[in-house]
């Protein structure tokens, strides 16, 4: 399982640019941790 890092960056760069408070931003990273605690378990 290989996380698409490159889309990942993008979605933070694109969320930063849009989003005057953070919220967005730690969504995704909220996801993105998520996603890597699944990886680890496979």
Do not use: T
């Not at 640019?17 to 699944?38: D, P, W």
């Amino acid at each position: 399982y290989r996380l698409d890092w490159h889309l990942l960056w993008f979605y933070a760069d694109f969320a930063r640019a849009n989003c005057h408070s953070g919220i967005m931003v730690a969504n995704i990273i909220k996801i993105i941790n998520k996603e890597l605690r699944i990886a680890d378990e496979q």
